[in-house]
């Protein structure tokens, strides 16, 4: 299967916004529930969001509640993520992920497909 590919990230100030975008085979997009991790230097990667197959449930870790959105476009094959209200914690490398189970995604522990990642670095 083709390996996601995101894009959408860049330098910002402290409150500012990125959009994150994840391109990915229709076939992920068929099944998976999608979602973003993100890792910095010396530390595992951390879960951020998640979506179902249908969009019906988002989760999302509490450090980012009320500032980032996920959302997903099956007909275009396309998963954003929206950070808005930015912090310099949220600097990292963010990474698209799917998964057929929203539990194993929720987790991290059953991973299907990761993308390269995009590296989002917010300035103080």
């Known amino acids: 299967q083709v390996q996601p590919v995101e894009s959408g990230g860049g330098l910002v100030q402290a409150g500012g916004s990125l959009r994150l975008s994840c391109a990915a085979s229709?076939?992920?997009?068929?099944?998976?529930?999608l979602g973003w991790f993100r890792q910095t230097p010396g530390k595992e990667r951390e879960f951020v969001a998640a979506?179902?197959?249908?969009?019906?449930?988002?989760t999302y870790i509490d450090s980012v509640k009320g500032r980032f959105t996920i959302a997903r476009d099956n007909a275009k094959n396309t998963l954003w993520l929206q950070m808005n209200s930015l912090k310099p914690e949220d600097t990292a490398v963010y990474y698209c992920?799917?998964?057929?189970?929203?539990?194993?995604?929720?987790?991290?522990?059953?991973?299907?497909?990761w993308g390269k990642g995009t590296l989002v670095t917010v300035s103080s």
């Open positions: 992920a799917a998964a057929i189970s929203f539990a194993s995604l929720r987790a991290g522990d059953i991973i299907d497909s």
């Open positions: 229709a076939r992920l997009f068929s099944r998976y529930s």
């Open positions: 979506i179902s197959w249908s969009g019906g449930t988002i």
